[in-house]
């Protein structure tokens, strides 16, 4: 068995779970989640948790088994508590302010760099360098964070760029002379 696919999900209070043929709906006090999932892995609703089973014991399915379970656990994390990522912006002169559903940066390009937020994604700025990415679908989340993080990648010599909190950026040695 799958360590990850075996494990129900609880069903915390005020989420309610249903099922659309293959389709998984979550509804939650944030918002509401639906994923189509594997028509060979069988999602049911059981008392207050969800239960996720494989038919056979093929590599197919072993695989998709333990990311069902993930999946619609990170669904059921989305609509109670959220996704965050945090950005941090290194620079002289580097900055970032939000305008309605516009992130605004200035990153050192001779104009500034424009972002539309996609739906569902907000983006809190606290003290111009640092950048707050909250959202319910944690895929989204993460993709508009690498989305913004690409338009400065940090670079190795004096770490100017954008980078996420969390991370650590290898150091060079500078020309020596």
Avoid: C, W
């Amino acid at each position: 068995m799958s360590r990850i696919g075996k494990l129900p999900v609880a069903i915390p209070a005020g989420v309610k779970v249903s099922l659309d043929g293959n389709e998984v709906k979550v509804q939650g006090p944030k918002g509401n989640l639906s994923q189509v999932m594997p028509e060979r892995i069988t999602v049911a609703v059981e008392a207050e948790q969800v239960v996720v089973t494989r038919p056979t014991e093929e590599k197919d399915d072993r695989a998709l088994h333990g990311l069902v379970r993930s999946l619609i656990n990170n669904m059921v994390i989305g609509v109670t508590q959220g996704f965050t990522r945090e950005l941090e912006i290194n620079g002289v002169g580097y900055r970032a302010e939000i305008s309605g559903k516009k992130l605004t940066m200035a990153l050192g390009y001779s104009h500034p760099v424009v972002y539309e937020l996609p739906e569902g994604i907000e983006v809190e700025v606290e003290k111009q360098t640092k950048l707050v990415v909250r959202g319910i679908d944690k895929q989204l989340v993460g993709s508009a964070a690498a989305k913004i993080r690409s338009f400065r990648k940090p670079e190795p010599y004096k770490g100017k760029g954008i980078k996420y909190a969390d991370e650590h950026i290898v150091r060079k040695a500078g020309k020596t002379g």
